[in-house]
């Protein structure tokens, strides 16, 4: 098994901490049990805050639940050994007052506060060290993705096919219907202004996101005169929610590429499902069974929107892809934050 940096920094921590403890109670010939709970006062308070205090609440930004979980456990990791060495001593300490036993106990308790703080503070040093690590280097690869999927949109949407088809299409409804035309000349315009500045943005409000993927559709309509080739819900109030830029996108564009006859209705099956923090995307095309339906069809590729997924949303999304009969489904939900 693989044994992680911070793992080895912990190691060496306690190494280090239980060396000097231990060289400080065997110079005083203290008994052995002492050093014991000493070890057990630094390990509660270090784990602690280690574990569950910083994660939960210091890294979160949440300062008040953080000061005050952390006295709680700071109390309870100096308490454990102070109770301990009461105890033993109690029949020892028997013959001298209860107060002076009273001032004993809290002398106790103060040292091993004070050896609780210490540990309490080191880890929290420890693992927002850690924390801040991990952070820039997640920041780091997802700004590598966040190339990868530039460049591959870029290629995607800028080539001239697609540019070409697209003003083509408008180019033929000036005659018809110049009106139409001017509409969806602006929306290409939205779009290609779309793909150069808000691809680079990490998260971008999902209110933009959503027009983008519907003037996406409107534009690819253009090309077939069936109005029920596509059906496009989208249910569900957006707010002030932030989104990864174009996630749904290739799966749009992959159902656009396989659809079949552009003449059958409900081709492709596009939902959006909006509900509090969470985002409930569908994408269900018809396809020819008699021709091969491969992940590198759809453009970016289903392994790079995996990772892009779990670098923008790790252990908040679920994603499934099927393929049954003659359908292909894209089911996808995410846990969304506000501004």
């Known amino acids: 098994m693989k044994i992680s940096i911070a793992q080895l920094f912990n190691g060496g921590y306690w190494l280090i901490y239980l060396f000097l403890t231990g060289k400080g109670v065997f110079k005083d010939d203290d008994p052995i049990?002492?050093?014991?709970?000493?070890?057990?006062?630094?390990?509660?308070?270090?784990?602690?805050?280690?574990?569950?205090?910083?994660?939960?609440?210091?890294a979160k930004k949440k300062f008040l639940p953080f000061i005050g979980w952390g006295i709680g456990a700071i109390i309870i990791a100096a308490l454990i050994p102070t109770a301990f060495i009461s105890f033993l001593s109690r029949s020892a300490l028997s013959v001298i007052a209860a107060s002076i036993q009273w001032e004993l106990a809290q002398k106790l308790f103060l040292v091993f506060g004070i050896f609780a703080l210490f540990n309490g503070i080191m880890a929290t040093i420890i693992k927002g060290f850690f924390t801040w690590y991990n952070e820039l280097h997640e920041k780091t690869e997802l700004e590598k993705k966040n190339l990868q999927m530039e460049l591959s949109l870029l290629k995607t949407h800028l080539n001239p096919h697609f540019l070409f088809n697209t003003l083509n299409n408008i180019d033929i409804l000036i005659e018809t219907d110049p009106t139409a035309a001017s509409s969806y000349l602006q929306k290409l315009s939205d779009i290609l202004r779309f793909v150069v500045y808000e691809t680079s943005q990490e998260k971008i409000p999902l209110t933009k996101e959503l027009a983008y993927i519907r003037k996406y559709v409107e534009l690819q309509q253009i090309r077939t005169s069936n109005k029920e080739y596509v059906h496009l819900k989208i249910a569900g109030n957006p707010g002030q929610l932030m989104i990864g830029p174009m996630l749904f996108i290739p799966f749009i564009e992959n159902a656009f590429k396989h659809a079949s006859n552009k003449k059958?209705?409900?081709?492709?099956?596009?939902?959006?499902?909006?509900?509090?923090?969470?985002?409930?995307?569908?994408?269900?095309?018809?396809?020819?069974?008699?021709?091969?339906?491969?992940?590198?069809?759809?453009?970016?590729?289903?392994?790079l929107i995996r990772q892009r997924l779990d670098l923008l949303y790790k252990g908040h999304y679920e994603l499934e892809i099927t393929q049954r009969e003659n359908l292909y489904c894209v089911t996808a939900e995410i846990k969304l934050d506000g501004y």
């Open 33 to 58: 049990g002492l050093w014991l709970v000493t070890v057990l006062n630094g390990m509660v308070s270090f784990y602690a805050f280690y574990i569950l205090l910083v994660p939960r609440f210091l």
């Open 264 to 303: 059958m209705n409900g081709g492709i099956t596009l939902e959006i499902e909006i509900t509090e923090k969470q985002i409930r995307f569908t994408c269900i095309n018809i396809y020819d069974t008699s021709k091969s339906l491969v992940e590198e069809h759809s453009g970016l590729g289903i392994a």
